[in-house]
């Protein structure tokens, strides 16, 4: 079967990566699979044939199969990346890097000894106790950390994302470790500018924490002042004044009055509270 039909392992196939990229559509898709039938020839040289899509358009999909495959690129920052290549018209490696995704960012330093020691320990973990242990989850948190670290975000994402999936398969949605995760992967999203996507992440962590620890508890105060900033540089200055003054209720219960913690608090909800 000729490479450019052949979908590889553990990969969306082209038509999929195409359509979900908003590159070809529905219609354009289903006249391309029943003439590549007809013809035996590649999905991806009839849909060029077709002008549904280009030369480069198939490069990158392809492209996109072998990070997925080889470097573990998450399906939906392919996806993500194929539509910004052709929208920005820009090569799906610059479109990666404006993701966060970097395949070539120590090439000539090499690879940190960090980085080799937590894939090294990740691997042996999977060897001797398989793919969906929650000790694999823990290691897969220390490698998205290194990454998060080298500004890595793209594979910091999909190395959180892995240790999410394994938490709420083994302690179900609603467990601290769960929320841990989540917190991380929405400061990754916020740092990115990503806000609608850490939103929801943030207010999951707020409710599981508050349901646990008690809604006086020091974590809580902590994820309410995460949501405070989140609203607060999007210039939604009232959500702002709510979760800093939420946040504040909490630290001057187990804080003192010049703890510097609460002071800096103090002073964003002063700020908001100047410009609503």
């Given at each position: 079967m000729d490479s450019e039909s052949k979908p590889a392992q553990g990969a969306k196939r082209i038509?999929?990566?195409?359509?979900?990229?908003?590159?070809?559509?529905?219609?354009?898709?289903?006249?391309?699979?029943?003439?590549?039938?007809?013809?035996?020839?590649?999905?991806?040289?009839?849909?060029?044939?077709?002008?549904?899509?280009?030369?480069?358009?198939?490069?990158?999909?392809?492209?996109?199969?072998?990070?997925?495959?080889?470097?573990?690129?998450?399906?939906?920052?392919?996806?993500?990346?194929?539509?910004?290549?052709?929208?920005?018209?820009?090569?799906?490696?610059?479109?990666?890097?404006?993701?966060?995704?970097?395949?070539?960012?120590?090439?000539?330093?090499?690879?940190?000894?960090?980085?080799?020691?937590?894939?090294?320990?990740?691997?042996?973990?999977?060897?001797?106790?398989?793919?969906e242990h929650i000790d694999i989850a823990e290691r897969c948190v220390d490698l998205g950390d290194v990454y998060f670290d080298h500004e890595l975000y793209g594979q910091a994402e999909a190395a959180y994302m892995r240790a999410l999936a394994i938490c709420e398969k083994v302690h179900g949605?609603?467990?601290?470790?769960?929320?841990?995760?989540?917190?991380?992967?929405?400061?990754?999203?916020?740092?990115?500018?990503?806000?609608?996507?850490?939103?929801?992440?943030?207010m999951r962590v707020f409710e599981i924490r508050q349901g646990i620890l008690g809604a006086a508890h020091p974590e809580v105060a902590s994820i309410l002042h995460d949501l405070a900033e989140l609203h607060d540089v999007q210039g939604k200055f009232a959500d702002a004044e709510r979760y800093y003054y939420q946040c504040i209720v909490i630290r001057e219960k187990y804080l003192e009055a010049d703890d510097r913690e609460l002071v800096d608090t103090l002073k964003r909800l002063v700020y908001v509270c100047k410009r609503l």
């Open positions: 038509g999929d990566l195409l359509s979900e990229a908003g590159i070809c559509s529905a219609d354009e898709l289903a006249k391309g699979l029943e003439y590549s039938k007809k013809t035996a020839l590649p999905l991806g040289r009839v849909l060029i044939m077709l002008r549904c899509v280009t030369e480069d358009d198939l490069k990158s999909v392809l492209h996109a199969q072998s990070l997925m495959k080889f470097e573990g690129l998450p399906a939906t920052l392919a996806v993500r990346a194929l539509s910004l290549s052709r929208e920005s018209r820009i090569s799906m490696e610059d479109s990666l890097k404006q993701l966060g995704w970097q395949t070539d960012k120590f090439k000539g330093s090499g690879e940190p000894e960090e980085l080799k020691e937590i894939r090294q320990k990740l691997a042996e973990c999977e060897s001797r106790l398989g793919p949605p609603v467990h601290l470790q769960v929320a841990n995760v989540l917190w991380k992967m929405a400061n990754l999203y916020f740092l990115q500018d990503r806000f609608s996507e850490a939103k929801p992440l943030y």
